[in-house]
């Protein structure tokens, strides 16, 4: 008899778990996905369409809240566990009311890294908001000056139409309308546009692979919260952050990068305080001892400074570092204090689900989460940014925001590239890697 399984995701992981191991596999019949941290994700389809064969309905995808009853309404044999950036204690309360309730609970490692016939270099993290675009960036623009095609794949954040956005390649900003993006794809695959570079992403990445490898000398993994690779990696690089010491040790599935890691850079060294530094580099040596380490900022910089100093400024934050990435501030809080500005706080102009956002993460006081996974999110975040009275608005995220919604007063975005600090350097690493492949 076939087993039952419901796969525990956030829009991601899931369907990557799903296309390599189970969707082709007689010896599972996958019931259902759970679905949490993204809106709206709950109550639709995964689609025939990408199912296969084995599934011509398509697959529902229920809310994790549910997950109790499903496993008796369904006489579920497994569950298994397919998302990322929570705490240990999350995914063993998950797995004791799977065991409670009469199933098995599962993670699933290496079945899942897809083998690429080019090298893979993986770029992930211990949590999300440590700085692994910015390390990614780097990379490919570093292969790029040795005449190297880094092509770069992005971790999944499929929010739209599945079906469409099976396989998708971003070379110019019209893809990026074409593709019907929202503000968290833009953060992610914009940057790269401006420097000339080309990342793909999906929901099928076993067929963005193989597309991506007939134009590519090099394949980047470009992580997702602090996921593991989808491709098995010849060089695994781990970003860790000093502002959340001891993390590296607490979040699932980042402590695994951490112990896998090929190299570990500890990035924004120059503000964060030296005994969280020791930290982390303590916690390398003593679980980690053969990883490379890179010391590394990332410092901040804003156009225009002289307009910004002492004025009353609203701050808008990378929506996923502030919510599940548990950070209090980014990029924009730290010019705001370094200019002496007024920061307003946005809590009592929030509406929609911009407001519901301030009510789940109590954290969150002086800075404005950039919310934005659908045409309705954003135009939320829009209405919240413009009832607020202030001088300017101070914008942290990866994308310049001011053109993707309207901002009915001045605005001025911040920037932030990953220095060395000494050797070794990402240069040394890759020249390395390069004589080794």
Not at 68 to 92: P, R
Not at 273 to 297: M, Y
Not at 301 to 311: A, L, S, V, Y
Request: hydrophobic share 35%.
């Amino acid at each position: 008899m076939k087993k039952k399984v419901i796969i525990l995701g956030a829009a991601g992981r899931d369907f990557h778990d799903f296309n390599t191991y189970f969707r082709d596999n007689e010896d599972y019949e996958v019931v259902c996905f759970t679905a949490t941290q993204i809106p709206d994700i709950s109550g639709r389809k995964y689609p025939a369409e990408l199912a296969g064969a084995l599934y011509p309905n398509g697959i529902p995808i229920k809310d994790e809240k549910e997950l109790a009853g499903l496993i008796k309404e369904h006489n579920i044999d497994e569950v298994v566990f397919s998302y990322s950036d929570v705490t240990h204690e999350h995914v063993m309360h998950l797995g004791s009311i799977c065991l409670a309730n009469g199933a098995d609970f599962k993670l699933i490692g290496k079945h899942m890294m897809v083998k690429s016939t080019k090298p893979v270099i993986s770029v992930c993290a211990v949590r999300t908001g440590c700085g692994k675009s910015q390390v990614s960036r780097k990379i490919v623009s570093i292969l790029k000056e040795k005449g190297v095609k880094a092509v770069a794949i992005r971790h999944p954040m499929p929010y739209g139409d599945l079906v469409k956005q099976a396989v998708q390649r971003f070379e110019t900003y019209e893809d990026l309308d074409k593709h019907e993006c929202t503000i968290e794809e833009m953060e992610e695959y914009e940057p790269y546009i401006e420097r000339g570079l080309i990342i793909y992403a999906g929901v099928d990445y076993e067929k963005i692979l193989r597309e991506a490898e007939k134009e590519a000398d090099i394949i980047l993994w470009d992580g997702g919260n602090n996921d593991f690779p989808f491709y098995k990696p010849d060089l695994h690089i781990v970003v860790a952050d000093p502002h959340r010491p001891g993390h590296e040790l607490k979040y699932h599935p980042g402590e695994a990068n951490f112990r896998m890691a090929d190299v570990i850079i500890v990035n924004k060294i120059g503000t964060a305080e030296q005994e969280n530094v020791n930290i982390v580099l303590n916690n390398i040596k003593k679980f980690n001892p053969n990883a490379e380490i890179i010391k590394a900022n990332s410092p901040v910089t804003i156009e225009n400074e002289e307009e910004i100093k002492g004025k009353k400024v609203l701050v808008v934050e990378d929506g996923p570092t502030l919510t599940h990435g548990g950070m209090a501030y980014g990029a924009g809080y730290v010019i705001a204090k370094k200019l002496g500005c007024e920061i307003i706080n946005p809590r009592e102009y929030a509406v929609g689900s911009i407001k519901e956002t301030f009510n789940k993460f109590k954290h969150l006081k002086e800075i404005l989460p950039a919310m934005g996974y659908g045409e309705k999110q954003m135009e939320e975040l829009q209405e919240t940014i413009n009832k607020i009275d202030c001088d300017a608005v101070i914008i942290g995220t990866p994308i310049d925001l001011a053109k993707h919604i309207n901002i009915g007063k001045p605005n001025y975005r911040t920037v932030y590239n990953l220095e060395e600090i000494g050797e070794p350097d990402l240069k040394h690493v890759l020249d390395k890697f390069m004589e080794e492949n």
